[in-house]
């Protein structure tokens, strides 16, 4: 079977579907293929709390003050061109979006919340999707590009992309054991990270995927970065993902994940090993510490430990608490009034926690967090010294959303090549591209904010590429 389109876009979520319909805005024809078979396919953008901002920064802050957050975040390690495309255009990108029929809200009073999609999720612990926000946004989108002229056709996976001369020209897919050969000036791949690929996650990420939560819609396979490579593409920033500390029941309990995290406890205290030893510095983040807990030796060798000022005035601290929703959700959640007590119950060494414990309140009653070994940066993320019973160890477990490395882009999510240049013909926009987020500090810039400005600059320079004259 072969088919024929001016732009082919692989994935069907907010990436794609927003260049799909920039794409589209010329009157260009255009296809998007997505894997999954139901009308509401699982992807990340779908299961999405709906939030939209820059380096948790409000999106509609404006480029000076968006570049100063994403550098803070990634500590100088996102690529220049890429951040100034992000906090250039992102606030465009937003007010496209809202052209396009999708509902914005003010989602609370943090930067990071003020921009959110409708309507917003349930307050809750674990998935609710259906009628939500990135389920509604996908739904417009898709409605917006059919009413273009454009096609999405679910239940097909592409396999391989087609090139001539080094430019990519297509793509062959595959629906239902049957081969689809797909013709196209250019090509899109907007299919997400490569977190679901075990794989790949062992290569690049931890030595047992196993071992950790895939708190994700389990679709981005990474095929995308595959067909890109094997064309020539170049890749960037591999090793690292987007996620946040979870309680270990999160892997048997859904009601787990994706929210309640540990993220906010552990901000006040500290995270161990079962022989009692910090092996991270929790002032970073829980992104920072998730990624740091999957590269241990055992990912399932951590333990945060607070005392109960951090659990009464730190762990409440979320639109989605840690307190009490962890308790709801029954995570499993140790309490003593000593900390040798509390070690038996949670299967930590007593000694070694109490050397380090002592340790930890000895340097923050010096002043001098950032003098322990490891370093406990204390910034806004103050630590709390860990003194008030009865104190509490959560068993935690490394979230997985998405890959932060990737597919090198430009800043018009043009792809590439390993050897220098650019592929003429492909573009890429969304998780499976790299250089936005990660470095040392594991940084986070905003999973749907980038999805949407790439995705809609890859499409725009489609479309003005395919205008008539």
């Not at 802050?61 to 550098?71: F, K, N, T």
């Not at 029941?249 to 995270?271: F, K």
């Not at 992104?287 to 607070?306: E, G, H, K, M, S």
């Not at 926690?353 to 000895?362: G, M, R, S």
Request: aromatic letters at 4%; hydrophobic letters at 40%.
């Amino acid at each position: 079977m072969n088919v024929e389109t001016d732009t082919l876009v692989i994935g069907g979520g907010l990436a794609g579907l927003a260049a799909a319909n920039c794409a589209a805005s010329h009157g260009g024809r255009v296809l998007v293929l997505e894997a999954g078979p139901q009308a509401s396919y699982l992807c990340n953008s779908r299961l999405s709390m709906g939030f939209i901002n820059v380096a948790m920064n409000d999106i509609e802050a404006g480029r000076d003050s968006m570049l100063r957050d994403i550098d803070a975040a990634t500590r100088g390690h996102a690529d220049p061109a890429l951040a100034d495309a992000l906090a250039s255009h992102a606030q465009a990108a937003l007010r496209w979006l809202r052209d396009e029929g999708v509902t914005i809200i003010k989602g609370g009073w943090r930067p990071s919340n003020r921009a959110m999609l409708a309507p917003p999720s349930g307050i809750g612990p674990g998935l609710n999707w259906p009628g939500r926000g990135g389920d509604v946004m996908l739904r417009t989108l898709e409605a917006r590009l059919c009413a273009r002229g454009g096609e999405l056709q679910r239940g097909v996976r592409a396999r391989e992309l087609v090139m001539s001369d080094g430019a990519c020209r297509g793509a062959v897919a595959e629906l239902d054991g049957r081969r689809i050969a797909i013709q196209a000036r250019n090509v899109v791949i907007a299919d997400g990270g490569y977190q679901a690929n075990p794989e790949l996650m062992r290569r690049h990420v931890t030595a047992h995927p196993e071992k950790v939560l895939m708190r994700n819609a389990l679709t981005g396979r990474g095929d995308g970065l595959a067909m890109a490579t094997a064309a020539g593409a170049a890749t960037t920033g591999m090793g690292g993902f987007y996620g946040h500390v979870q309680s270990r029941d999160a892997l048997r309990n859904p009601r787990l994940w994706p929210y309640p995290t540990v993220d906010v406890p552990i901000s006040g205290g500290l995270v161990v090993t079962s022989g009692g030893q910090r092996f991270c510095d929790e002032g970073l983040g829980g992104v920072y510490v998730a990624n740091a807990i999957a590269r241990l030796d055992d990912p399932l060798d951590a333990t945060a430990i607070f005392d109960h000022r951090c659990w009464m005035t730190r762990a409440p601290e979320f639109p989605l608490p840690a307190n009490p929703l962890l308790v709801h959700a029954g995570a499993t959640i140790h309490a003593a009034d000593d900390l040798a007590t509390l070690a038996a119950r949670a299967g930590i060494d007593a000694t070694g926690l109490a050397i380090t414990v002592a340790a930890f309140n000895e340097a923050l009653a010096a002043g001098r967090p950032e003098g322990l070994s490891p370093p406990r940066t204390p910034g806004a993320l103050r630590p709390l010294p860990v003194l008030d019973g009865p104190f509490y160890a959560v068993p935690l477990v490394a979230g997985v959303t998405y890959t932060t490395g990737g597919l090198a882009i430009d800043g018009l999510g043009r792809v590439k090549a390993e050897g220098g240049g650019l592929i003429a013909g492909l573009y890429a926009a969304g998780s499976c591209t790299g250089g936005h987020e990660g470095g040392p500090a594991c940084g986070y810039t905003g999973g749907l904010g980038k999805a949407l400005t790439f995705g809609y600059l890859a499409g725009r320079h489609i479309a003005g590429a395919n205008a008539p004259g």
